[in-house]
Nanobody, 120 residues
Framework: QVQVVESGGGLVQAGGSLRLSCVAS????????MGWYRQAPGKQRELVAS???????NYADSVKGRFTISRDNAKNTVYLQMNSLKPEDTAVYYC??????????????WGQGTQVTVSS
């Protein structure tokens, strides 16, 4: 079993910054992919940013230049630095981790989500 826990959400004014953290724990052999997704009320969950074990990153067009994803491999942790926040960034942000367990089975796990609210 792999547990994924997010933290760092909150309420911020437009133009402000927040830093989200996500840690994956359990019997993990390798953590190949970690990504941040978000879901606003009435909308589908969408990819915000992702990073793979080699360090390559991918961003949604709507956050390029404002958000930065990074990871600490030793801590199985991924971060999302969010700057110049806009009201349309308001959503529940979810972390998703994929990799291989100690018994060599593949896994994919989601966190419970953390609320980010940006006021205008």
């Amino acid at each position: 079993q792999v547990q994924v826990v997010e933290s760092g959400g909150g309420l911020v004014q437009a133009g402000g910054s927040l830093r989200l953290s996500c840690v994956a724990s359990g019997s993990i052999f390798s953590l190949n992919y970690m990504g941040w997704y978000r879901q606003a009320p009435g909308k589908q969950r969408e990819l915000v940013a992702s990073i793979v074990s080699g360090g390559s990153t991918n961003y949604a067009d709507s956050v390029k230049g404002r958000f930065t994803i990074s990871r600490d491999n030793a801590k199985n942790t991924v971060y999302l630095q969010m700057n110049s926040l806009k009201p349309e960034d308001t959503a529940v942000y979810y972390c998703h981790a994929r990799g291989v367990l100690g018994d060599r089975r593949v896994f994919g796990s989601w966190g419970q989500g953390t609320q980010v609210t940006v006021s205008s």
